[in-house]
């Protein structure tokens, strides 16, 4: 029988060299298949570009890193175990968060039992920070249940008041973040599964603050829902002025979208909770056009961002990602980069890889002296929310994600397009 020949390229090389000397050894479970896996495999991304330039720059504390994937296959028992063996088997001396608050939910017992800094890119329910860990940090702007207060935001500021929405459709898939966002919207109480206990009561909501009342709301099952059109044409009669689609993935959104244009529908606002992915703007076209979406990060935000102790931008990022990958990176890419520079801040800000010591250095961040990543700068609250730190509202328009709200954070925003009309 022949052989095969084993050939490795210079990459390969390059990275089996690398992980030869590597002496940081950090762990990451992610849905790299099954219902997450299309923002699953865009963190493993953003992680792996920020690990790769690090690495290149000399490592953190003079040391390279390693970094170790397991796919979790978008299943919270299999994220469990993969931390357990991350820390128990591999030794490793830090992790970084999953995708998902119904996956990051759990692992968050996991990690605190441990002693382990658990920074998180993608999971904002807020009964994740109401368990009583104190080892959470959140890379996003703030919990789903005050994703709100940004479209609140845009409707007191960007919509003239003799042509503001009157009536809402609220369609929502059964997860726990679109859950958490739909709380907020409709004012309802935030219970804790574990004892029944009231975590929060947001009432009256962010819809009846802003004198908009609910003429139709439903949702749809986590898994194997496909009734869009049945579900679209519900919202079509409805004859709501403002669709909110809170949905779980980008391919959701894709399909809601389709759906209302199929139906024809014509509403004054579209806002989803997902879509500012390349695959939603593919999946949609024209379609897509006066769709609002929040995001944590846009390329064109000009945050004052750190790696490897240099300066770096988004222009950057978005540069580095491209030449590595042959793609522009979205959000899904950007937030476990910007995670990947706030660890390495505070490593280096420890002076070790001691997750207490980090910690307590993460902790100690301030609005005067923050962690500072390609979202913005961060310090957080006594339960790992982000002080302070507003989401930004983008919007589809012509094939382009434009930043169109908050007009007072930087200078580059666009104007908004109301009202939105057809699909």
């Known amino acids: 029988m022949k052989l095969g020949t084993l050939v490795i390229t210079t990459a390969a090389a390059a990275l089996m060299s690398s992980t030869a000397l ?18 699953g495999q865009k963190h493993q991304q953003g992680y792996e570009h920020c690990v790769a330039l690090i690495n290149e720059r000399g490592g953190i504390l003079g040391e390279q890193i390693e970094l170790i994937v397991s796919d979790n296959r978008s299943d919270p028992a299999t994220a469990i175990n993969q931390y357990e063996r991350f820390i128990n088997v591999d030794g490793v001396d830090a992790v970084y968060g999953t995708f998902s608050s119904r996956l990051t939910f759990p692992v968050a017992n996991i990690l605190a039992k441990y002693g382990f800094v658990h920074p998180i890119p993608a999971g904002g329910a807020l009964r994740i920070y109401t368990q009583g860990h104190d080892n959470l940090f959140y890379f996003q702007p703030n919990a789903a249940e ?13 919509v003239p008041e003799d042509g503001k929405p009157v009536t809402a459709a609220v369609i929502s898939a059964d997860d726990f973040f679109a859950n958490g966002v739909w709380s907020g919207l409709m004012g309802e109480k935030v219970m804790d599964p574990a004892d029944g206990s009231e975590v929060a009561d947001l009432a009256p909501g962010y819809l009846a603050e802003n004198g908009i009342e609910v003429v139709f709301s439903q949702k749809w099952p986590e898994e194997g829902f496909n009734d869009w059109l049945n579900l679209a044409n519900q919202v079509k009669r409805s004859e709501a002025d403002l669709i909110i689609g809170l949905t779980a993935s980008a391919e959701e959104a894709v399909q809601l979208t389709r759906s209302f244009k199929t139906v024809r529908a014509e ?116 339960v790992g929310l982000p002080d302070n730190k507003p989401f930004l509202m983008t919007q589809w328009n012509g094939g382009e994600l434009q930043f169109v709200y908050p007009t007072d954070e930087f200078e580059g925003y666009s104007a908004m397009t109301y009202p939105k009309g057809g699909f």
């Open 146 to 158: 005050y994703v709100g207060a940004s479209l609140a935001g845009v409707l007191a500021d960007l």
């Open 22 to 39: 590597a002496e940081i050894k950090i762990g990451a479970s992610l849905p790299l298949t099954g219902n997450f896996s299309v923002a």
């Open 267 to 382: 509403p004054k606002m579209v806002y989803l909770s997902q879509g500012t992915q390349a695959e939603y703007l593919e999946g949609t076209g024209e379609s897509s056009n006066g769709v609002l979406v929040h995001t944590s990060w846009h390329k064109d935000a000009p945050f004052e961002s750190v790696l490897a102790g240099e300066p770096f931008s988004n222009g950057d990022f978005v540069e580095t990602f491209k030449a590595r990958y042959g793609s522009v990176p979205d959000e899904d890419s950007a937030i476990p980069f910007a995670l990947c520079q706030g660890i390495e801040q505070a490593m280096v800000g420890a002076g070790s890889t001691d997750n207490a010591e980090m910690g307590d250095w993460l902790k100690a961040r301030t609005k005067e002296d923050p962690v500072r990543t390609i979202l913005g700068r961060f310090n957080w609250d006594d």
